[in-house]
């Protein structure tokens, strides 16, 4: 059995999607930040940081119990243990070349900017409100234009997914990136035509409608 310990549209929705994609068993556990479940020992035990997701995976194939944390790494694992579903390229290929470059892209770039928009107090001295402020304006603008880059790659090969015909393992991380930015005041991902047409395909993903469904979000997702 796989367990994905989750908080309602954090990064853990990128891997929910990709479980549901997958039609895998697995079961959610809840951790409720407002309770600062993510702080208590047992969590940190799964996850030393404190920061969701965490994905337990019981298969007998790995020893029993594997404990999985960051989002990119859950999904790889996700992917390259399920190979018949293809959501990922073959190793030693450029089209996988491409997709961990994006992957990676998606977590080390475009996520760690979107931090520092929903989280500006971090990158600032304890009390520096002002100091914040400019971080959270500098990060939105930045964030403008990585959704640009984005926008740029759909427009590349005027494909539906993100690396081309193919849906793999990067869509659900771009698009839950990409909702991220749907109280933006400035450029939105729905500001962009190609982002916008891609983020309603993924809305028609009956993963994502049921990933939706059972973390309790509501609208807009884009």
């Known amino acids: 059995m796989i367990t994905l310990h989750y908080t309602p ?3 853990n929705l990128a891997p929910h999607v990709l479980l549901h994609e997958l039609g895998v068993p697995f079961d959610l556990a809840l951790v409720d930040r407002e309770a600062q479940a993510h702080k208590a020992p047992a969590y940190l035990r799964l996850n030393p940081n404190g920061l969701i997701p965490v994905l337990v995976d019981r298969r007998p194939a790995f020893g029993g119990e594997l404990v999985l944390y960051e989002t990119v790494a859950i999904l790889l694992h996700l992917a390259d243990t399920h190979p018949a579903a293809g959501l990922a390229p073959a190793l030693g290929t450029a089209e996988r070349a491409h997709f961990t470059k994006w992957l990676v892209w998606l977590t080390n770039t475009l996520q760690a900017t979107l931090i520092h928009y929903f989280y500006p ?5 304890e009390g520096n409100a002002e100091g914040a402020l400019q971080v959270k304006a500098r990060a939105m603008a930045r964030v403008g234009s990585l959704l640009e880059q984005l926008d740029a790659q759909l427009a590349s090969h005027g494909q ?4 081309g015909e193919r849906y793999s393992a990067a869509d659900p991380m771009a698009w839950m990136l990409t909702r991220w930015t749907r109280n933006f005041a400035e450029r939105p991902a729905r500001s962009f035509p190609r982002l916008a047409a891609y983020q309603q395909r993924m809305l ?8 939706i469904a059972a973390e309790g979000l ?5």
């Open 160 to 163: 539906p997914w993100l690396l």
């Open 204 to 211: 028609a993903r009956p993963a994502v409608q049921a990933a």
């Open 121 to 125: 107090e971090r990158m600032v001295a």
């Open 218 to 222: 509501q609208a807009p997702h884009g």
């Open 9 to 11: 549209g954090s990064a």
